[in-house]
């Protein structure tokens, strides 16, 4: 299956609203899903990682050479697309991770 991972461009959020913020906190700011004009796609990779908490142990322990973003932390965001096209979203919490829905094309 391919992952993406989307992390908050911090020039899109220059007072720090909601970058590092954990899900309660976007939802407090009347979010009902990440805002995802404010989002970079930083990776897109093939995988045999089924779960978002296998993603975050290969981004936060082993990341890949040619990776450019940060380590994985809350507010970032991961999309898991299977070959049949379908995908799900999981926003990257304080703690484990959340589903959410979560617009990609948009920008």
């Not at 461009?9 to 990440?34: A, C, M, S, V």
């Not at 995988?47 to 990341?63: D, H, I, M, S, W």
Request: hydrophobic share 30%; with cysteine.
């Amino acid at each position: 299956m391919r992952v993406r991972i989307y992390q908050i461009n911090p020039k899109r959020d220059p007072e720090r609203r909601l970058i590092f913020r954990g899900w309660k906190e976007f939802q407090q700011q009347g979010y009902e899903r990440p805002p995802a004009e404010l989002y970079d796609q930083v990776y897109s990779y093939w995988t045999k990682a089924t779960t978002p908490e296998g993603v975050y142990e290969r981004f936060n322990l082993n990341q890949p050479a040619n990776y450019r973003g940060r380590s994985l932390s809350p507010s970032d965001v991961v999309e898991f697309l299977w070959d049949t096209g379908e995908h799900s979203f999981f926003f990257c919490d304080i703690i484990g991770f959340q589903p959410v829905e979560f617009d990609a094309e948009r920008k």
